[in-house]
């Protein structure tokens, strides 16, 4: 059964840096999309990072940009997204998510038949 477990999240200081590990299972991570999402108490999900086409392409929300990096290690069959200079506005629940199939789960928008995890909870203080 295929599963995401995410990792790494905490609380901690604004201006600190956390990496978010997603470690899968019966999935194998390789070139099709996966992402961070992420979702705050009474506001939508929004998109965090994704990567698709294999490793060659990034695309950040806007709030990431500049302060965090997707990455994945294929050999560990793990997705990540490093955060730097944390602000209290990161405080949210993350979640890993990836495309089951090609053309089944839109990664830009997190809408389809996606593979997600439970979540990790970043809360960043002030």
């Known amino acids: 059964q295929a599963q995401l477990v995410e990792s790494g999240g905490g609380s901690v200081q604004a201006g600190r840096s956390l990496t978010l590990s997603c470690r899968a299972s019966?999935?194998?991570?390789?070139?099709?999309?996966m992402g961070w999402f992420r979702q705050a108490p009474g506001k939508a999900r929004e998109r965090v990072a994704i990567v698709y086409g294999g490793a060659a392409y990034t695309s950040y929300g806007d709030s990431a940009k500049g302060r965090f990096a997707i990455s994945k290690d294929v050999a560990k069959n793990t997705l990540y997204l490093q955060m730097n200079s944390l602000k209290p506005e990161d405080t949210a629940m993350y979640y890993c998510?990836?495309?089951?199939?090609?053309?089944?789960?839109?990664?830009?928008?997190?809408?389809?038949?996606?593979?997600w995890g439970q979540g990790t909870q970043v809360t960043v203080s002030s």
């Open positions: 998510a990836a495309a089951r199939s090609p053309g089944t789960f839109n990664c830009f928008s997190g809408t389809g038949d996606g593979l």
């Open positions: 019966g999935y194998t991570v390789s070139s099709l999309c």
